[in-house]
């Protein structure tokens, strides 16, 4: 059985899913990973989830303030071979709860365009692609999505 808990940056099985994230973006990316790492730091992370499968971190998720009403996701990992199970679903959507708790009204996000995955997953949980935000302007890989959770 799948449980989460909320927790922060500071969390080493969060740091360790984090450290295997990077990994696999790193290859994904390519030469543009040093541009995108940049804007993952986790020394401001205050909101972060991690789930577990019995007493194994399997996935995370994290939460970062952007604007006065809105949120945006970072940091979401599900282990490579756990994947397809619905633990990313439950991740995003225990994120979305804790935004509306700390009085969010909309999740946003980006991924890339070499993640069509993570696209997927947000199309079916409701995100709406926008047009790029912030360090993302002129991006030609980033693809930014919104939701309102609220």
């Known amino acids: 059985m799948l449980h989460i808990i909320r927790t922060d940056s500071d969390n080493p099985d969060f740091r360790e899913l984090v450290r295997l994230l990077d990994q696999d973006l790193a290859i994904r990316d390519g030469e543009e990973h040093a541009f995108y790492s940049q804007f993952n ?51 995003l959507t225990e994120l979305e709860t804790w935004a509306a708790e700390l009085d969010f009204t909309h999740c946003i996000l980006e991924t890339g365009k070499k993640q069509p995955e993570a696209i997927q997953l947000y199309q079916k949980a409701g995100y709406e692609l926008i047009p790029n935000y912030g360090q993302y302007l002129e991006v030609e890989n980033s693809v930014c999505m919104q939701k309102k959770i609220k």
């Open 41 to 91: 730091q986790l020394d401001k992370i205050r909101y972060a989830v991690v789930a577990y499968l019995e007493s194994q971190p399997v996935g995370c998720g994290a939460l970062r303030a952007y604007s006065e009403d809105a949120v945006e996701v970072k940091r979401m990992f599900v282990l490579p071979e756990l994947r397809g199970r619905g633990i990313a679903g439950q991740v």
